[in-house]
């Protein structure tokens, strides 16, 4: 896991997003921790997905991770920036296929909905899987390349 790792979370992820920040630092991980740092439900997950978006397109070869109630949210606000491809990391599994074959550079996860598996593990797998780079996964992402340059 060599990856400088963006954190952001809302009210709702916020405890997550903690104990995500205290387990990767103990494994060496560098990571930035973009917000919320209070329990304050004003606190929006717009404002947190666009910070973590921004910052992974600004490093390269970052990657990100967004904590919200559902998960949802973040995503949506993630998705919306160029050359950002987040997906929700509901298994270890899914989590996999969306490194290996989406290339995936945010991982969002739901802080008040349950995963299948433990987030802890889900986030590292995020950080320890890498693109497969295979002819297909890469004629789909040039795909979803030329959709962004057009909508």
Do not use: W
Not at 36 to 41: F, K, M, N, Q, V
Not at 86 to 91: D, H, L, P, R, Y
Request: hydrophobic share 40%; charged share 25%.
């Amino acid at each position: 896991m060599q990856h400088l790792v963006f954190l952001g979370a809302d009210h709702a992820g916020l405890d997550l997003k903690v104990s995500l920040l205290e387990h990767l630092e103990m494994r060496g991980v560098h990571v930035e921790d973009l917000g919320a740092y209070t329990l304050d439900p004003n606190d929006d997950y717009p404002q947190f997905a666009s910070a973590v978006a921004e910052a992974v397109l600004s490093h390269e070869g970052s990657l990100g991770i967004l904590v919200c109630g559902n998960a949802e949210g973040v995503c949506m606000v993630a998705n919306k920036f160029d050359g950002i491809r987040a997906g929700i990391g509901f298994s270890i599994e899914a989590t996999q296929t969306m490194r290996t074959d989406d290339d995936a550079n945010i991982l969002c996860l739901p802080g008040r909905i349950k995963t299948k598996d433990d987030p802890l593990l889900i986030a590292e797998t995020f950080l320890q899987t890498h693109p497969s780079h295979e002819e297909r996964h890469k004629r789909r992402l040039a795909q979803i390349q030329e959709i962004e340059k057009t909508v």
